[in-house]
């Protein structure tokens, strides 16, 4: 039997050589491919990782000034020289001051807004309205004037008590029936605008009313919250 040429042996064995490399070159390239997967994936979970981060942060700030800002609330209102109580005869009753004592006066209303914050509240705006209307409201109050230039400016550090007082003419013996037959209600609107400490605007609104469910007219003199027209931010 005779040898193979020469030529033959080195080409076999190069084509031996050639496939090797082949399967090396093919698995070095699923390496390399795996590997840049796999930086890929780290690459992205860092990047996740850093947004849980800052995410978490901003969550940690926003809770933190929730905490620490301003509140501006309402915090009570009372009305006098509104309306005569109906008494029976020979029962006493306690004055508080909602009974008409001047009829050639105008009902009085004393509005108190508070910080209730744990920071300053910074110019500080409370725009105030009244009306005589319908009781439920068919329609919404008359919209607050807030380019009232003679509004007063101020700073409410926390706990600090602010009281505004509001004037309205008196009923005429038609509001004071309708008053008295439950139709109708005094309202007492009104609208704080200010900064808190972290440089943001807030507002709060807030709508109140004297009705005849609210208490004994003439009687109690106090306001109790409608039930639209409350917010804050």
Do not use: W
Request: proline share 5%; with cysteine; charged share 20%.
């Amino acid at each position: 039997m005779e040898n193979p040429p020469v030529e033959s042996l080195i080409l076999f064995f190069t084509l031996l050589v050639l496939i090797a490399q082949a399967i090396i070159f093919g698995r070095q390239a699923v390496f390399i491919r795996k590997t840049f997967e796999k930086m890929g994936e780290i690459e992205e979970r860092a990047v996740t990782s850093d947004d849980k981060i800052r995410k978490h942060e901003e969550a940690t700030r926003d809770f933190s000034q929730q905490e620490l800002r301003a509140y501006v609330v309402c915090q009570m209102a009372s009305v006098f020289n509104i309306v005569n109580p109906i008494i029976e005869p020979g029962v006493d009753f306690k004055a508080s001051g909602a009974e008409v004592k001047y009829p050639n006066g105008t009902i009085f209303v004393p509005i108190q807004i508070v910080n209730a914050g744990k920071t300053p509240a910074f110019d500080v705006k409370h725009y105030t309205r009244t009306e005589f209307r319908e009781y439920p409201l068919l329609a919404p109050l008359t919209p607050i004037d807030v380019t009232d230039e003679n509004v007063s400016v101020s700073i409410m550090g926390p706990g600090i008590i602010n009281t505004k007082n509001v004037f309205h003419a008196l009923l005429t013996p038609d509001q004071t029936e309708s008053l008295r037959n439950a139709s109708s209600a005094f309202y007492v609107y009104g609208l704080a605008i200010y900064l808190d400490a972290f440089k943001k605007e807030r507002r709060t609104r807030y709508t109140m009313m004297y009705h005849a469910y609210g208490g004994i007219l003439g009687i109690n003199n106090g306001l109790s919250m409608y039930r639209d027209g409350n917010e804050a931010t």
